[in-house]
Protein backbone atom coordinates (compact mmCIF):
# COMPACT_ATOMS: atom_id res chain seq x y z
CA UNK A 1 0.00 0.00 0.00
CA UNK A 2 1.08 3.58 -0.88
CA UNK A 3 0.13 5.07 2.40
CA UNK A 4 -0.32 8.79 3.04
CA UNK A 5 0.84 10.68 -0.34
CA UNK A 6 4.21 12.64 0.43
CA UNK A 7 4.41 16.30 0.85
CA UNK A 8 6.34 17.81 -2.26
CA UNK A 9 7.30 21.96 -2.48
CA UNK A 10 4.91 23.94 -4.90
CA UNK A 11 2.16 20.69 -5.88
CA UNK A 12 -1.40 19.91 -4.73
CA UNK A 13 -1.05 15.82 -4.37
CA UNK A 14 -3.90 13.50 -5.63
CA UNK A 15 -4.90 10.32 -6.01
CA UNK A 16 -2.39 7.33 -6.80
CA UNK A 17 -2.26 6.57 -10.15
CA UNK A 18 -0.42 3.41 -9.87
CA UNK A 19 2.39 1.43 -8.16
CA UNK A 20 5.20 -1.30 -8.70
CA UNK A 21 7.92 -2.49 -6.62
CA UNK A 22 10.18 0.50 -6.59
CA UNK A 23 7.99 3.81 -7.18
CA UNK A 24 4.85 4.72 -6.64
CA UNK A 25 3.03 7.93 -8.94
CA UNK A 26 0.21 10.66 -8.22
CA UNK A 27 -1.29 12.83 -10.17
CA UNK A 28 -0.77 16.21 -8.80
CA UNK A 29 -2.02 19.91 -9.35
CA UNK A 30 0.95 21.89 -10.01
CA UNK A 31 0.11 25.22 -7.90
CA UNK A 32 2.10 28.10 -9.68
CA UNK A 33 0.67 26.95 -13.32
CA UNK A 34 -2.35 24.94 -12.19
CA UNK A 35 -1.71 22.09 -14.48
CA UNK A 36 -2.29 18.59 -14.24
CA UNK A 37 1.14 16.52 -13.57
CA UNK A 38 2.26 13.07 -12.41
CA UNK A 39 4.86 12.50 -10.07
CA UNK A 40 6.89 9.23 -9.50
CA UNK A 41 8.28 8.46 -6.22
CA UNK A 42 10.73 6.30 -5.21
CA UNK A 43 9.99 3.52 -2.26
CA UNK A 44 12.01 2.99 0.50
CA UNK A 45 16.01 4.07 0.79
CA UNK A 46 17.73 1.38 -0.85
CA UNK A 47 20.86 3.02 -1.86
CA UNK A 48 21.42 1.44 -5.03
CA UNK A 49 17.64 1.71 -6.44
CA UNK A 50 18.07 5.25 -5.25
CA UNK A 51 21.08 5.88 -7.29
CA UNK A 52 19.37 4.25 -10.57
CA UNK A 53 16.38 6.34 -9.62
CA UNK A 54 18.46 9.75 -9.84
CA UNK A 55 19.89 8.20 -12.69
CA UNK A 56 16.90 7.64 -14.37
CA UNK A 57 15.70 11.52 -13.64
CA UNK A 58 19.04 12.69 -15.09
CA UNK A 59 18.31 10.64 -18.22
CA UNK A 60 15.18 11.64 -18.97
CA UNK A 61 15.46 15.31 -18.42
CA UNK A 62 17.49 14.94 -21.70
CA UNK A 63 15.40 12.57 -23.62
CA UNK A 64 12.58 13.89 -22.68
CA UNK A 65 13.02 16.70 -25.15
CA UNK A 66 11.89 14.61 -27.80
CA UNK A 67 8.39 14.79 -28.68
CA UNK A 68 7.39 11.30 -28.82
CA UNK A 69 9.58 10.89 -25.11
CA UNK A 70 7.32 11.61 -21.70
CA UNK A 71 8.78 15.16 -20.80
CA UNK A 72 10.58 15.47 -17.34
CA UNK A 73 9.07 18.55 -16.26
CA UNK A 74 12.12 18.43 -13.01
CA UNK A 75 12.85 16.43 -10.14
CA UNK A 76 13.59 16.68 -6.59
CA UNK A 77 13.09 15.40 -2.65
CA UNK A 78 10.02 15.18 -1.12
CA UNK A 79 9.85 16.75 2.30
CA UNK A 80 11.10 13.51 3.60
CA UNK A 81 13.73 13.30 1.67
CA UNK A 82 12.74 10.97 -0.99
CA UNK A 83 13.68 11.22 -4.68
CA UNK A 84 11.35 11.99 -7.86
CA UNK A 85 10.36 13.00 -10.80
CA UNK A 86 7.22 15.27 -11.94
CA UNK A 87 6.36 14.44 -15.52
CA UNK A 88 3.87 15.38 -17.96
CA UNK A 89 0.09 13.78 -17.41
CA UNK A 90 -0.68 11.73 -19.85
CA UNK A 91 -4.54 10.67 -19.21
CA UNK A 92 -5.46 6.95 -19.24
CA UNK A 93 -5.57 4.24 -20.93
CA UNK A 94 -2.17 3.78 -22.39
CA UNK A 95 -1.84 1.64 -25.44
CA UNK A 96 -1.75 -1.93 -23.36
CA UNK A 97 -5.37 -0.83 -22.21
CA UNK A 98 -6.27 0.01 -25.35
CA UNK A 99 -4.82 -2.62 -27.73
CA UNK A 100 -6.73 -5.40 -25.23
CA UNK A 101 -9.99 -3.53 -25.78
CA UNK A 102 -10.01 -2.78 -29.22
CA UNK A 103 -7.30 -3.59 -31.84
CA UNK A 104 -6.04 0.08 -33.36
CA UNK A 105 -6.75 0.68 -37.21
CA UNK A 106 -3.52 -0.23 -39.68
CA UNK A 107 -3.01 3.71 -40.05
CA UNK A 108 -2.82 4.48 -36.61
CA UNK A 109 -0.30 1.85 -36.22
CA UNK A 110 1.75 2.91 -39.10
CA UNK A 111 1.58 6.48 -37.62
CA UNK A 112 2.45 5.38 -33.96
CA UNK A 113 4.62 3.03 -35.40
CA UNK A 114 6.98 5.39 -37.31
CA UNK A 115 6.74 8.43 -34.30
CA UNK A 116 8.43 5.29 -31.67
CA UNK A 117 11.05 4.51 -34.33
CA UNK A 118 11.89 8.13 -34.40
CA UNK A 119 12.18 8.18 -30.46
CA UNK A 120 13.69 5.00 -30.47
CA UNK A 121 16.65 6.08 -33.17
CA UNK A 122 17.14 9.08 -30.72
CA UNK A 123 17.92 7.35 -27.60
CA UNK A 124 20.05 4.51 -29.65
CA UNK A 125 22.34 7.31 -31.20
CA UNK A 126 22.50 8.72 -27.35
CA UNK A 127 24.22 5.30 -26.37
CA UNK A 128 21.01 4.44 -24.57
CA UNK A 129 19.14 0.96 -24.66
CA UNK A 130 15.32 1.19 -23.55
CA UNK A 131 15.45 -2.40 -22.67
CA UNK A 132 11.59 -2.65 -21.95
CA UNK A 133 9.11 -0.86 -24.38
CA UNK A 134 5.75 -2.43 -24.76
CA UNK A 135 2.41 -1.18 -25.20
CA UNK A 136 1.94 -0.50 -21.12
CA UNK A 137 5.23 2.18 -21.34
CA UNK A 138 3.22 3.99 -24.44
CA UNK A 139 1.45 6.60 -23.12
CA UNK A 140 -1.25 8.95 -25.66
CA UNK A 141 -1.71 12.80 -25.26
CA UNK A 142 -5.53 13.94 -25.79
CA UNK A 143 -4.49 13.87 -29.28
CA UNK A 144 -3.59 10.41 -29.73
CA UNK A 145 0.03 11.52 -29.81
CA UNK A 146 2.27 8.87 -28.32
CA UNK A 147 5.08 9.13 -25.80
CA UNK A 148 7.44 6.51 -24.83
CA UNK A 149 8.13 6.38 -20.97
CA UNK A 150 9.89 4.48 -18.10
CA UNK A 151 13.84 4.93 -18.76
CA UNK A 152 14.54 3.03 -15.21
CA UNK A 153 15.27 -0.74 -17.44
CA UNK A 154 18.09 1.42 -18.51
CA UNK A 155 18.18 0.66 -14.69
CA UNK A 156 15.46 -2.19 -14.89
CA UNK A 157 14.38 -1.88 -11.11
CA UNK A 158 11.83 1.02 -11.68
CA UNK A 159 9.11 0.14 -13.81
CA UNK A 160 6.00 1.20 -12.52
CA UNK A 161 3.12 -0.21 -14.23
CA UNK A 162 -0.15 -2.50 -14.26
CA UNK A 163 1.28 -5.69 -15.30
CA UNK A 164 2.24 -8.54 -12.98
CA UNK A 165 4.93 -9.23 -15.78
CA UNK A 166 7.07 -6.05 -14.61
CA UNK A 167 8.68 -7.36 -11.61
CA UNK A 168 10.56 -10.22 -12.99
CA UNK A 169 12.70 -7.75 -14.73
CA UNK A 170 12.28 -8.62 -17.83
CA UNK A 171 8.71 -8.20 -19.83
CA UNK A 172 8.66 -11.59 -21.39
CA UNK A 173 5.67 -11.44 -24.06
CA UNK A 174 7.86 -8.12 -25.64
CA UNK A 175 11.45 -9.18 -25.23
CA UNK A 176 13.71 -10.53 -27.47
CA UNK A 177 14.30 -14.29 -27.34
CA UNK A 178 18.05 -13.48 -26.35
CA UNK A 179 17.41 -11.41 -23.92
CA UNK A 180 14.84 -13.94 -22.46
CA UNK A 181 17.14 -16.49 -22.71
CA UNK A 182 19.38 -14.14 -20.47
CA UNK A 183 22.41 -13.74 -23.01
CA UNK A 184 21.64 -10.59 -23.55
CA UNK A 185 20.97 -7.17 -22.09
CA UNK A 186 20.00 -6.12 -24.61
CA UNK A 187 20.69 -4.14 -27.33
CA UNK A 188 19.14 -2.02 -30.29
CA UNK A 189 18.04 -4.84 -32.14
CA UNK A 190 16.59 -6.31 -29.32
CA UNK A 191 14.81 -3.01 -28.96
CA UNK A 192 13.70 -3.12 -32.61
CA UNK A 193 12.25 -6.70 -31.40
CA UNK A 194 10.36 -5.01 -28.61
CA UNK A 195 8.57 -2.29 -30.85
CA UNK A 196 7.70 -4.85 -33.56
CA UNK A 197 6.09 -6.82 -30.43
CA UNK A 198 4.10 -3.62 -29.53
CA UNK A 199 2.81 -2.98 -32.87
CA UNK A 200 1.98 -6.46 -33.07
CA UNK A 201 -0.26 -6.40 -30.20
CA UNK A 202 -1.57 -3.05 -31.38
CA UNK A 203 -3.18 -4.50 -34.54
CA UNK A 204 -4.10 -7.50 -32.92
CA UNK A 205 -5.07 -6.93 -29.05
CA UNK A 206 -2.31 -9.45 -28.40
CA UNK A 207 1.48 -9.37 -27.76
CA UNK A 208 2.96 -12.03 -31.00
CA UNK A 209 3.36 -15.03 -28.85
CA UNK A 210 -0.17 -15.04 -27.01
CA UNK A 211 -2.85 -17.85 -27.76
CA UNK A 212 -6.08 -16.82 -27.09
CA UNK A 213 -7.80 -19.21 -24.53
CA UNK A 214 -4.56 -21.18 -24.28
CA UNK A 215 -1.54 -21.65 -21.85
CA UNK A 216 -0.33 -18.07 -21.22
CA UNK A 217 2.10 -18.33 -18.34
CA UNK A 218 5.32 -16.77 -18.09
CA UNK A 219 7.15 -19.79 -18.80
CA UNK A 220 5.10 -21.38 -21.95
CA UNK A 221 5.51 -17.19 -23.36
CA UNK A 222 8.98 -17.20 -22.85
CA UNK A 223 9.70 -20.96 -24.28
CA UNK A 224 7.70 -19.83 -27.19
CA UNK A 225 8.98 -16.59 -28.49
CA UNK A 226 12.86 -18.61 -27.77
CA UNK A 227 11.89 -21.33 -30.48
CA UNK A 228 8.02 -20.47 -31.57
CA UNK A 229 6.81 -18.27 -34.47
CA UNK A 230 4.10 -15.33 -33.69
CA UNK A 231 0.69 -16.86 -33.56
CA UNK A 232 -1.68 -15.37 -36.68
CA UNK A 233 -2.92 -12.30 -36.51
CA UNK A 234 -6.02 -13.19 -37.86
CA UNK A 235 -6.52 -10.07 -39.60
CA UNK A 236 -7.75 -10.01 -43.10
CA UNK A 237 -7.28 -5.53 -43.46
CA UNK A 238 -3.34 -5.85 -42.52
CA UNK A 239 -1.23 -5.68 -45.20
CA UNK A 240 1.46 -8.56 -46.04
CA UNK A 241 4.03 -6.02 -46.13
CA UNK A 242 3.06 -4.71 -42.94
CA UNK A 243 3.05 -8.30 -41.50
CA UNK A 244 6.07 -9.29 -43.07
CA UNK A 245 7.93 -6.01 -41.63
CA UNK A 246 7.18 -6.84 -38.44
CA UNK A 247 7.83 -10.42 -38.41
CA UNK A 248 11.49 -9.33 -40.32
CA UNK A 249 11.66 -7.49 -36.90
CA UNK A 250 10.67 -10.52 -34.73
CA UNK A 251 13.11 -12.82 -36.05
CA UNK A 252 15.21 -15.25 -33.75
CA UNK A 253 18.28 -13.93 -34.76
CA UNK A 254 19.34 -10.94 -34.64
CA UNK A 255 21.23 -10.36 -37.69
CA UNK A 256 17.71 -10.97 -39.28
CA UNK A 257 15.84 -7.93 -37.90
CA UNK A 258 16.22 -5.02 -39.53
CA UNK A 259 19.27 -3.07 -38.27
CA UNK A 260 17.87 0.02 -36.67
CA UNK A 261 14.63 1.64 -35.59
CA UNK A 262 15.41 4.27 -38.33
CA UNK A 263 15.38 0.71 -41.03
CA UNK A 264 12.03 -0.29 -39.15
CA UNK A 265 10.26 3.21 -39.51
CA UNK A 266 11.52 3.05 -43.59
CA UNK A 267 9.67 -0.17 -43.85
CA UNK A 268 6.71 1.26 -42.15
CA UNK A 269 6.89 4.13 -44.62
CA UNK A 270 6.69 2.05 -47.53
CA UNK A 271 3.56 0.53 -45.92
CA UNK A 272 1.86 3.66 -46.06
CA UNK A 273 3.21 4.59 -49.14
CA UNK A 274 1.71 1.43 -50.58
CA UNK A 275 -1.64 2.34 -48.85
CA UNK A 276 -1.92 5.32 -50.81
CA UNK A 277 -1.53 7.05 -47.19
CA UNK A 278 0.67 10.46 -46.19
CA UNK A 279 3.87 9.43 -45.69
CA UNK A 280 4.90 10.38 -41.82
CA UNK A 281 8.24 11.16 -41.03
CA UNK A 282 10.32 9.89 -37.83
CA UNK A 283 11.50 12.87 -35.71
CA UNK A 284 15.05 12.86 -34.27
CA UNK A 285 16.94 14.71 -31.89
CA UNK A 286 20.32 15.64 -32.58
CA UNK A 287 22.38 14.46 -29.70
CA UNK A 288 25.00 15.91 -29.43
CA UNK A 289 22.70 18.92 -28.54
CA UNK A 290 20.60 17.54 -25.97
CA UNK A 291 20.86 19.63 -22.45
CA UNK A 292 20.65 18.02 -18.80
CA UNK A 293 20.26 20.14 -15.84
CA UNK A 294 21.58 20.02 -12.40
CA UNK A 295 20.57 18.08 -9.48
CA UNK A 296 17.99 18.22 -7.13
CA UNK A 297 17.22 20.92 -4.76
CA UNK A 298 16.20 20.99 -1.14
CA UNK A 299 14.20 24.00 -1.96
CA UNK A 300 11.68 22.43 -4.84
CA UNK A 301 11.90 20.51 -7.87
CA UNK A 302 14.53 21.59 -10.35
CA UNK A 303 12.81 22.60 -13.49
CA UNK A 304 13.91 22.94 -17.09
CA UNK A 305 14.15 25.92 -18.93
CA UNK A 306 14.61 28.24 -16.60
CA UNK A 307 11.25 27.90 -15.27
CA UNK A 308 10.68 29.63 -11.78
CA UNK A 309 9.78 26.95 -8.71
CA UNK A 310 7.44 27.21 -6.01
CA UNK A 311 10.54 28.73 -3.98
CA UNK A 312 10.71 31.55 -6.63
CA UNK A 313 14.03 30.85 -7.94
CA UNK A 314 15.20 29.75 -11.58
CA UNK A 315 17.11 26.49 -11.21
CA UNK A 316 18.39 25.62 -15.10
CA UNK A 317 19.18 28.47 -17.16
CA UNK A 318 17.42 28.20 -20.77
CA UNK A 319 19.58 26.49 -23.14
CA UNK A 320 20.37 28.54 -26.26
CA UNK A 321 17.67 28.98 -28.90
CA UNK A 322 19.00 26.86 -31.97
CA UNK A 323 16.02 27.12 -34.65
CA UNK A 324 16.31 30.28 -36.37
CA UNK A 325 12.41 29.76 -36.92
CA UNK A 326 11.88 29.80 -33.30
CA UNK A 327 14.07 32.87 -32.99
CA UNK A 328 12.64 34.75 -35.47
CA UNK A 329 8.97 34.03 -33.42
CA UNK A 330 10.30 35.28 -30.62
CA UNK A 331 11.51 38.07 -32.09
CA UNK A 332 7.70 39.01 -33.33
CA UNK A 333 6.67 38.32 -30.03
CA UNK A 334 5.48 34.79 -29.95
CA UNK A 335 4.45 32.51 -27.05
CA UNK A 336 3.88 29.11 -25.57
CA UNK A 337 6.60 26.90 -26.42
CA UNK A 338 6.08 23.32 -25.14
CA UNK A 339 8.68 21.71 -23.00
CA UNK A 340 8.93 19.34 -26.20
CA UNK A 341 9.74 22.07 -28.53
CA UNK A 342 6.17 22.06 -30.23
CA UNK A 343 4.39 25.37 -30.53
CA UNK A 344 1.09 25.33 -28.53
CA UNK A 345 -2.29 23.86 -29.78
CA UNK A 346 -4.86 24.83 -27.67
CA UNK A 347 -7.32 22.38 -29.00
CA UNK A 348 -4.46 19.68 -27.50
CA UNK A 349 -3.54 21.32 -24.14
CA UNK A 350 -6.76 23.48 -23.07
CA UNK A 351 -6.78 24.07 -19.48
CA UNK A 352 -3.46 22.29 -19.00
CA UNK A 353 -2.16 25.87 -17.62
CA UNK A 354 1.39 27.62 -18.22
CA UNK A 355 3.79 25.07 -20.28
CA UNK A 356 7.60 25.30 -19.00
CA UNK A 357 9.27 26.53 -21.86
CA UNK A 358 11.80 24.58 -22.96
CA UNK A 359 14.79 25.62 -25.74
CA UNK A 360 15.52 22.37 -27.07
CA UNK A 361 17.62 21.26 -29.46
CA UNK A 362 16.31 21.77 -33.03
CA UNK A 363 14.41 18.63 -33.41
CA UNK A 364 14.37 17.44 -37.33
CA UNK A 365 12.98 15.49 -39.42
CA UNK A 366 14.65 11.86 -40.40
CA UNK A 367 13.08 11.20 -43.60
CA UNK A 368 11.34 13.53 -46.32
CA UNK A 369 7.87 14.21 -45.44
CA UNK A 370 7.36 13.98 -48.89
CA UNK A 371 6.59 10.90 -51.58
CA UNK A 372 9.89 9.18 -52.66
CA UNK A 373 12.06 11.31 -50.53
CA UNK A 374 15.00 9.69 -49.26
CA UNK A 375 16.82 9.01 -45.51
CA UNK A 376 19.54 11.08 -45.40
CA UNK A 377 20.10 10.88 -41.85
CA UNK A 378 23.78 11.25 -40.51
CA UNK A 379 24.87 8.39 -37.83
CA UNK A 380 26.92 10.48 -36.09
CA UNK A 381 24.69 13.28 -35.36
CA UNK A 382 21.18 12.25 -35.89
CA UNK A 383 20.43 15.18 -38.15
CA UNK A 384 19.90 15.00 -41.66
CA UNK A 385 22.50 16.23 -44.52
CA UNK A 386 21.08 19.08 -46.57
CA UNK A 387 17.57 18.24 -46.31
CA UNK A 388 15.23 20.75 -44.56
CA UNK A 389 13.54 19.39 -41.46
CA UNK A 390 10.25 19.74 -42.53
CA UNK A 391 11.12 17.38 -45.06
CA UNK A 392 11.00 19.04 -48.16
CA UNK A 393 14.32 17.84 -50.54
CA UNK A 394 16.78 19.91 -50.45
CA UNK A 395 16.12 20.70 -54.59
CA UNK A 396 12.93 21.84 -53.43
CA UNK A 397 13.71 24.72 -51.62
CA UNK A 398 17.23 25.45 -52.49
CA UNK A 399 16.87 29.40 -53.64
CA UNK A 400 13.50 30.41 -52.42
CA UNK A 401 13.42 31.26 -48.71
CA UNK A 402 12.31 34.80 -49.90
CA UNK A 403 9.59 33.74 -52.01
CA UNK A 404 5.85 34.66 -51.09
CA UNK A 405 4.59 31.91 -49.09
CA UNK A 406 2.18 29.53 -50.94
CA UNK A 407 -1.10 28.64 -50.31
CA UNK A 408 -1.53 25.22 -48.91
CA UNK A 409 -3.83 22.51 -50.36
CA UNK A 410 -4.74 21.22 -46.78
CA UNK A 411 -6.53 17.55 -46.23
CA UNK A 412 -7.95 15.92 -42.65
CA UNK A 413 -8.20 12.43 -41.72
CA UNK A 414 -9.48 10.96 -38.76
CA UNK A 415 -7.11 9.54 -36.27
CA UNK A 416 -7.25 8.52 -32.69
CA UNK A 417 -8.90 11.05 -30.44
CA UNK A 418 -8.56 13.89 -33.21
CA UNK A 419 -8.08 15.11 -36.64
CA UNK A 420 -4.82 15.58 -38.61
CA UNK A 421 -4.20 18.00 -41.22
CA UNK A 422 -1.61 17.69 -43.68
CA UNK A 423 -0.50 19.50 -46.50
CA UNK A 424 2.03 18.83 -49.10
CA UNK A 425 5.80 19.71 -48.33
CA UNK A 426 7.70 20.12 -51.24
CA UNK A 427 6.43 24.11 -51.07
CA UNK A 428 7.81 24.92 -47.39
CA UNK A 429 11.25 25.42 -46.49
CA UNK A 430 12.84 24.82 -43.50
CA UNK A 431 12.11 27.68 -41.39
CA UNK A 432 8.54 27.78 -42.13
CA UNK A 433 5.65 27.77 -39.68
CA UNK A 434 1.70 27.57 -39.81
CA UNK A 435 -0.83 29.89 -38.75
CA UNK A 436 -4.13 27.60 -38.34
CA UNK A 437 -7.88 28.58 -37.23
CA UNK A 438 -9.96 26.12 -35.70
CA UNK A 439 -13.60 25.80 -35.76
CA UNK A 440 -16.76 23.46 -35.54
CA UNK A 441 -18.04 24.55 -38.60
CA UNK A 442 -16.46 26.13 -41.67
CA UNK A 443 -18.98 29.51 -41.14
CA UNK A 444 -17.17 30.08 -37.18
CA UNK A 445 -13.62 29.71 -38.82
CA UNK A 446 -13.20 33.53 -40.02
CA UNK A 447 -14.06 34.97 -36.13
CA UNK A 448 -11.72 31.87 -34.72
CA UNK A 449 -8.50 32.93 -33.15
CA UNK A 450 -5.51 32.10 -34.52
CA UNK A 451 -3.17 29.44 -33.16
CA UNK A 452 0.54 29.02 -34.12
CA UNK A 453 2.21 24.93 -35.14
CA UNK A 454 6.03 24.55 -35.51
CA UNK A 455 5.25 21.99 -38.15
CA UNK A 456 3.00 19.58 -39.75
CA UNK A 457 0.84 17.12 -40.09
CA UNK A 458 -1.29 19.35 -37.50
CA UNK A 459 -3.40 17.38 -35.26
CA UNK A 460 -6.76 18.81 -33.53
CA UNK A 461 -7.87 17.08 -30.54
CA UNK A 462 -11.26 16.06 -31.10
CA UNK A 463 -13.40 13.03 -29.24
CA UNK A 464 -14.54 10.52 -31.82
CA UNK A 465 -17.53 12.02 -34.16
CA UNK A 466 -16.99 15.72 -33.62
CA UNK A 467 -16.37 17.66 -36.28
CA UNK A 468 -13.44 20.14 -36.16
CA UNK A 469 -12.50 22.19 -39.38
CA UNK A 470 -9.25 24.73 -40.25
CA UNK A 471 -7.51 26.75 -42.11
CA UNK A 472 -3.77 27.19 -42.61
CA UNK A 473 -1.26 29.19 -44.07
CA UNK A 474 2.35 29.80 -44.05
CA UNK A 475 4.51 32.04 -42.29
CA UNK A 476 7.82 32.90 -43.15
CA UNK A 477 10.82 33.83 -41.06
CA UNK A 478 10.32 37.21 -42.40
CA UNK A 479 7.19 37.19 -40.62
CA UNK A 480 5.68 37.38 -44.36
CA UNK A 481 2.05 35.07 -44.23
CA UNK A 482 0.61 33.60 -46.90
CA UNK A 483 -3.60 33.21 -48.18
CA UNK A 484 -5.12 30.80 -45.90
CA UNK A 485 -5.93 27.66 -47.39
CA UNK A 486 -9.74 26.79 -48.32
CA UNK A 487 -11.61 25.32 -45.00
CA UNK A 488 -11.21 21.42 -44.67
CA UNK A 489 -13.58 19.73 -41.95
CA UNK A 490 -12.80 16.13 -40.57
CA UNK A 491 -14.10 13.44 -37.87
CA UNK A 492 -12.61 12.69 -34.61
CA UNK A 493 -11.48 9.12 -34.56
Known sequence: MAGDPPRIAGLEMGPLLGSGGYAHVYLCLQRATGRDVAVKVLRGNDPTTTERFLAEAELMSSLGQHPHIVTILGWGRTYAGAPYLLMDYYPPPNLAVRSRREPLSVGDVLRLGIQLAGAVETIHRCGVIHRDIKPANVLLDAAGRPALTDFGVAGTALTVSDSPEDDLGVSVPWSAPEVVAGTSDGDPRADVYALCATLWQLLTGRSPFEIPGGDNSTDSLAARVRHENPTPMDRNDVPLALEDALRTGLAKERSDRQPSALALAEALREVQRSLGHPVASPLLLDPTRLRRVDGPTPEGPTLLGGEQSSSGRADAPASEDLDPARAAGRARGDS???????????????????????????????????????????????????????????????????????????????????????????????????????????????????????????????PSGRTVCAQVAVERSDGTVGPYSDAVCGQGG
Do not use: N
Request: charged share 15%; no cysteine.
Open 336 to 462: GLLASGRRRRKAVLAGSGVVAALALAMYVSAAGGGEGAPFSASPSTGVTSGAPATGTPASASAGRTDADPPQLDVSARSVVGGVEFSWPATLTIVTDVFRYREAQSRGSLVTASVQVAESGPLILDA
